[in-house]
Structure formats: C-alpha cells, structure tokens
C-alpha cells in the first residue's frame, strides 16, 4: 500500500468502524470543504498517476463525506465478508488484504473520489450547481484518449437526455454527478435491458423482422457470460459515448482472447497514459454500475446499431446490386431504361463547368448505350472520345435508390432534328454503387429558425470557432426576404442546399471549393411543446449541381464535426461518425417528421 495514502484509507476505516465520529457541514464552511474536497481528488490522481508530489494530505474532509458504517463500498465489504467468513471481528484486517491488491485499491481510491465530487456539487451554491457539471466535463478534455476515442467508427456518442433527462432529480440524476468523468461496465445481456430494448424496436419499427432479429442476437449474446461481446465500456467523458468491449480491443492491442477485466484495465491505462500531468483531474476513475434506467437506455444504443446492422446485411444479401460493391453488367443499364430513370451526366473538359445534363437511355447493346440528349445540353457538343462523368439512380423491391456513380467515353453524337440528340456511349467498365447511410428528410422552411454558413479562410484557427462570436461574418442566410435559398433535404450525415442563381452564395460554390471547410448555424423548431434544435457544424461540399434551366445549384454537404450550441454563445464541435449527428435522427423521430 503507498504510504502517501495511507493516512486517507486509515481515515476511512476509522470512520466506517467508529473510531472516528462524523462531522456536519456549516454553510459558512462549504467554500472551505469544496476546496479540501477539490485538493484531496487531486492528490488521489496525483498518487494513481505515480507523479511526485511531498505535500501532506489533509483527511478531515472525510469526515464531512462519510457517516458511520457507510464509509467503504458495497462491493468491498461484501468480498471482505466473503474472505473472512462472515466474521464481523475479522472484516478489517481482511479489507486490509483485499486493498494490497492494486486494481482493488485503485477501485476504492475511485469511489472516495467519486463521493468528494458528489459533496462538491452538494456544497456548491444553487447558482454554479447548474453549470457544475460542464466544468468538470471540460477539464476532461486535457485526456488525450477520451478525445482519441470520440474518433472510433464502434464508440456511440450518447446525447445527455440518454443518462438523465434534463429537469428531473433522480437516481440517475444523482449518479451522473458523481460519475463525471468515469468509466463502468455495463451488462448488455441483463433481462431489463432485453424488456426496453424489444419495446423501443416493437414502437419504432412496428415490424417482426428487426423484432427477431435482435431477439436471436440477444440469445447468443447470454450463451457466453463472460464474453467482452456482452460486456458495454460506458465513459462518462466530456461526452458521453459506449462502446463494447470486444469492439474495442483491437484498438487496445489485444490480438487473442482476453477478459472483460483484462480489457477494463488495458483501457484505464490507455486513459492514464494520456493524461495530461499538469492536470490530473483529467483522469478517468472506475465508476459505480448506473441505475437500470440508465443502463437499458445505454444498452439499447449498442442493440439497436447490432440489430439494424445484421438487418442491413441480411436485406443486402436479398438485393442485388448491394452496396460498395462493383459490377460489370448490362443488367444496371437495362434496369435504368426499363424504370425510365433520369441520367445526369457531366463534362470533364471545363473544371469550372458544374452544369448536370439531364438524358435518358434510347437503347443499350453488348458494346455501348445511346441517351437522348435534349436541346440546350452541353453533352451535345461533346467530341469522340471526350470523357464524361454520370450517375442515375434505380429502384430496388425494397422501394429504396440505389445510385450509381460511373466514367465512360463518348463514342458519337448524331442530332436527328432541332429537339434533341443521340449521344452514344461506350458501356462503363464499372459501376459504383451506392446506397445513402442516412434516411433524408424534405425541410418544411417554417421549421428553419436560423442558418448562417460562413467560409474561414483554410488557415484559420478552428479551436476559435467554440465561440460563436469568432465566427466569421455569413454569406448564406436563411430565411432571406427573396428566398433564394432554401434547405431542400437533411440527414444526419448532411443536406442539401438549394441555391438560386441570383443569389449572392451562388458564385461561391464551384468546383474548386469542394471540401472547403465550412461553418453552419442552423436552428430547427419542432414540436411547440419541444425544445428547438439548435447546431453548429464544421461541412464540407461534396457535391454541386447545377441546373441553368431551373437557374438553380443544389450543394450536397457532408457533417465533419458537429456540437449543439450552448448558452447562446458556444459550440463544443465533436467529431461525426459514421452512423452521423444523434441530435438530428433523435429530433426527427421526437417531432414525428420522419416519413
């Protein structure tokens, strides 16, 4: 045991045994208590974080956390009582044993911690209780893994009304104070998260394929009790997020089988590791198990990514072409005519030319397919052999698009009469084929409160952009007087822009400022009941159409980080992944809007 602890673990075995009386709180004192509460967990992290440190430890602070007989964990006196039989007299000497082990110090270490963290917030006056847990949240981004794991395609970034709901004091509400900054285990095969997670698929999805399919994944999950597969890390960082233990392992190094506790430790270490040492509160502790309610609601998370990607494997197997995959055959072509589907096609000539030429397939053969080309399509006045970009989009028996992405050559051009031309070109050797991630979602232009998007120079200091009075001055407003603008569709993962010639963004958007990093302010009001949505987000163009009949562009942007705005004046941006932003998928399912 380390002797610079020894007076704070004596301290607490004097009090759960009596030796020690506890102490009350004055009012006048709490300043006093908050900060002896504050140097003592930083002397713990100090002392797990082997950083030297000569200064004595001050217990007294103890006295004021712990009441008689409550002073050691739960676990911890239960395991005592296990080693020494149940005999009260020996249950401290055996206490002693179990925390010369170094996991199972660190563990009690982890829950005094805890506690002094708790009593900060109940010292705290009313009016910094509300904003208590933002500043702890924010010291955690000086933990270089924590931000590392926001990275991860498997972590599940949990937004905050997944651990408690705001505005209810609960069991939840209580454990989340105390576990800011945490790391726990969460059981993903326990019968209560089994009963939510069916209910909230059965509500969702209102059909029996998923239903099955997360009941026979369950099943397998609790055929291996201490399989990591069942096993959820939930890091209470400076944002929320999940992970299972056997998707995490790779990143941890672990090649061959290992335990859920060999991993739990693997992790703790990757987090100390990275620790910032000029501020070791931004170590992360062992927590306590959440409450049921926050443990199904977690859980449900990893089950419904599982399920819905097992469902997404088993229709892909079904539907041909499936996504990311390349194929060579007519078959794709003959689809397209057949559904009469709109070809767009695109000019390499120009690097500036954005225009889309709309045609439709006339016939296909075994060597190239003719499209008719109506008037006014530059794809006319292309020459033999110039290079040409397209996309089209087929249905499925699934009812959903698939859209194929292709580079072909133009064999010939023969305009018959004044209305239109026969272009032929050669078959593509490939297509690809893709399907969105994302369900998209028609914007009614009533539901957009605010959108702003600015455009900072690629040298600029993005840690700036937290604060929304950094940003720079916007180019694109909406709603704009003339409604020029409009936001056409949204998905968690983007939208798209409609633009219209006349205004001002338009000369902005061409080819040469795709995947220029954009900022965007969008606010979206939902139900009048319901809060209004409102983000800043870090976008990218992907793609930019334009059409000169309709006299309008219509910009694809992807979402590269994303953070909800906070008092009005701050963003914390965050990476998105590739499931896309949580807060647009959960405010379209809450305002219903989803069709």
């Given at each position: 045991?380390?002797d610079?602890?020894?007076p704070?673990?004596?301290?607490?075995?004097?009090?759960?045994?009596?030796?020690?009386?506890?102490?009350?709180?004055?009012?006048?004192?709490?300043?006093?208590?908050?900060?002896?509460?504050?140097?003592?967990?930083?002397?713990i992290?100090?002392?797990?974080?082997?950083?030297?440190?000569?200064?004595p430890?001050?217990?007294?602070?103890?006295?004021?956390v712990f009441?008689k007989?409550?002073?050691?964990?739960?676990?911890?006196?239960?395991?005592?009582?296990?080693?020494?039989?149940?005999?009260?007299?020996?249950?401290?000497s055996?206490?002693?044993?179990?925390?010369?082990?170094?996991f199972n110090?660190?563990?009690?270490?982890?829950?005094l911690?805890?506690?002094?963290?708790?009593?900060r917030?109940?010292?705290?006056?009313?009016?910094?209780k509300?904003?208590?847990?933002?500043?702890?949240?924010?010291?955690?981004?000086?933990?270089?893994?924590?931000?590392?794991?926001?990275?991860?395609?498997?972590?599940?970034?949990?937004?905050?009304?997944?651990?408690?709901?705001?505005?209810?004091?609960?069991?939840?509400?209580?454990?989340?104070?105390?576990?800011?900054?945490?790391?726990?285990?969460?059981?993903?095969a326990?019968?209560?998260?089994f009963?939510?997670?069916?209910?909230?698929?059965?509500?969702?999805?209102?059909?029996?394929?998923i239903?099955?399919?997360?009941?026979?994944?369950?099943?397998?999950?609790?055929?291996?009790p201490?399989?990591?597969?069942?096993?959820?890390?939930?890091?209470?960082g400076?944002?929320p997020?999940?992970?299972?233990?056997a998707?995490?392992?790779?990143?941890?190094g672990?090649?061959?089988?290992?335990?859920?506790?060999?991993?739990?430790?693997?992790?703790?270490?990757?987090?100390?590791?990275?620790?910032?040492?000029?501020?070791?509160?931004?170590?992360?502790?062992?927590?306590?198990?959440?409450?049921?309610g926050v443990?199904?609601?977690?859980?449900?998370?990893?089950w419904?990514r599982?399920?819905?990607?097992?469902?997404?494997?088993?229709?892909?197997?079904?539907?041909?072409?499936?996504?990311?995959?390349?194929?060579a055959?007519?078959t794709?072509?003959?689809?397209?005519?057949?559904q009469?589907?709109?070809?767009?096609?695109?000019?390499?000539?120009?690097?500036?030319?954005?225009?889309?030429?709309?045609?439709?397939?006339?016939?296909?053969?075994?060597?190239?397919?003719?499209?008719?080309?109506?008037?006014?399509?530059?794809?006319?006045?292309?020459?033999?052999?110039q290079?040409?970009?397209?996309?089209?989009?087929?249905?499925?028996?699934?009812?959903?698009s698939t859209?194929?992405?292709f580079?072909t050559?133009?064999?010939?051009?023969?305009?018959?009469?004044?209305?239109?031309?026969?272009?032929?070109l050669?078959?593509?050797?490939?297509?690809?084929?893709?399907?969105?991630n994302?369900k998209?979602?028609?914007?009614?232009?009533g539901?957009?409160?605010?959108?702003?998007?600015?455009?900072?120079?690629?040298?600029?200091d993005?840690?700036?952009?937290?604060?929304?009075?950094k940003?720079?001055?916007?180019?694109?407003?909406?709603?704009?007087?003339?409604?020029?603008c409009?936001?056409?569709?949204?998905?968690?993962?983007?939208?798209?822009?409609?633009?219209?010639?006349?205004?001002?963004?338009?000369?902005?958007?061409?080819?040469?400022?795709?995947?220029?990093?954009?900022?965007?302010?969008?606010?979206?009001?939902?139900?009048?009941?319901?809060?209004?949505?409102w983000?800043?987000?870090?976008?990218?163009?992907?793609?930019?159409?334009?059409?000169?009949?309709?006299?309008?562009?219509?910009?694809?942007?992807?979402?590269?980080e994303?953070?909800?705005?906070?008092?009005e004046?701050s963003?914390?941006?965050?990476?998105?992944?590739?499931?896309?932003?949580?807060?647009?998928?959960?405010w379209i399912?809450?305002?219903?809007l989803?069709?």
């Amino acid at each position: 045991m380390n002797d610079s602890l020894a007076p704070v673990i004596q301290a607490t075995l004097d009090l759960h045994f009596g030796r020690l009386d506890p102490l009350v709180s004055a009012p006048a004192a709490r300043p006093q208590l908050i900060q002896a509460a504050a140097t003592l967990m930083r002397r713990i992290a100090e002392n797990i974080l082997a950083v030297p440190d000569d200064c004595p430890v001050d217990t007294l602070v103890q006295r004021h956390v712990f009441a008689k007989d409550k002073a050691l964990p739960a676990w911890l006196v239960n395991r005592g009582l296990v080693t020494c039989d149940n005999d009260r007299q020996q249950l401290e000497s055996s206490v002693r044993k179990l925390l010369a082990h170094p996991f199972n110090r660190r563990r009690f270490l982890d829950f005094l911690s805890n506690e002094l963290l708790y009593h900060r917030w109940l010292w705290a006056r009313e009016d910094d209780k509300r904003h208590f847990p933002i500043r702890c949240a924010n010291e955690l981004r000086e933990n270089g893994y924590c931000l590392e794991l926001n990275t991860f395609d498997h972590v599940i970034k949990l937004g905050d009304n997944i651990i408690a709901p705001p505005g209810k004091i609960d069991d939840a509400a209580h454990w989340r104070l105390r576990s800011i900054g945490t790391v726990c285990l969460v059981d993903l095969a326990a019968r209560p998260v089994f009963d939510y997670t069916a209910r909230l698929l059965e509500a969702k999805y209102k059909t029996t394929f998923i239903l099955d399919t997360f009941k026979a994944l369950f099943t397998a999950a609790g055929r291996n009790p201490g399989s990591p597969e069942r096993q959820a890390a939930l890091v209470m960082g400076e944002i929320p997020k999940v992970f299972t233990l056997a998707d995490h392992a790779k990143p941890l190094g672990v090649t061959g089988e290992a335990s859920s506790l060999e991993l739990l430790r693997r992790l703790l270490a990757a987090f100390d590791r990275q620790t910032s040492r000029n501020c070791p509160e931004s170590r992360l502790r062992l927590g306590a198990e959440p409450p049921q309610g926050v443990a199904n609601r977690v859980a449900a998370m990893i089950w419904l990514r599982r399920t819905l990607g097992r469902v997404k494997k088993e229709q892909q197997k079904k539907t041909s072409p499936a996504r990311g995959h390349k194929v060579a055959e007519r078959t794709v072509l003959l689809a397209a005519a057949d559904q009469k589907s709109i070809l767009y096609f695109n000019l390499f000539a120009d690097p500036a030319d954005t225009a889309i030429n709309p045609c439709h397939i006339r016939g296909v053969d075994d060597e190239s397919m003719t499209v008719v080309s109506p008037r006014g399509n530059r794809l006319n006045d292309a020459a033999p052999g110039q290079e040409v970009s397209g996309y089209f989009a087929v249905v499925g028996a699934n009812k959903k698009s698939t859209y194929c992405d292709f580079r072909t050559t133009v064999e010939s051009v023969a305009c018959p009469d004044d209305s239109h031309c026969l272009v032929e070109l050669s078959i593509p050797a490939t297509f690809e084929l893709t399907r969105r991630n994302h369900k998209r979602l028609p914007v009614d232009p009533g539901s957009v409160v605010l959108f702003e998007m600015a455009a900072p120079t690629p040298a600029a200091d993005w840690n700036l952009f937290n604060a929304l009075e950094k940003w720079p001055r916007p180019f694109c407003i909406i709603p704009d007087g003339l409604g020029h603008c409009r936001i056409k569709d949204l998905s968690a993962g983007g939208m798209l822009l409609e633009i219209h010639h006349d205004a001002p963004a338009c000369p902005f958007f061409t080819e040469d400022r795709r995947d220029h990093p954009l900022l965007v302010q969008v606010k979206l009001a939902g139900k009048p009941n319901a809060a209004p949505l409102w983000l800043g987000i870090r976008a990218e163009a992907k793609r930019i159409r334009d059409f000169p009949p309709l006299r309008k562009k219509y910009v694809g942007f992807q979402f590269v980080e994303a953070g909800e705005v906070r008092n009005e004046r701050s963003v914390r941006f965050s990476p998105v992944g590739k499931d896309g932003l949580y807060l647009i998928n959960d405010w379209i399912f809450r305002n219903g809007l989803g069709k």
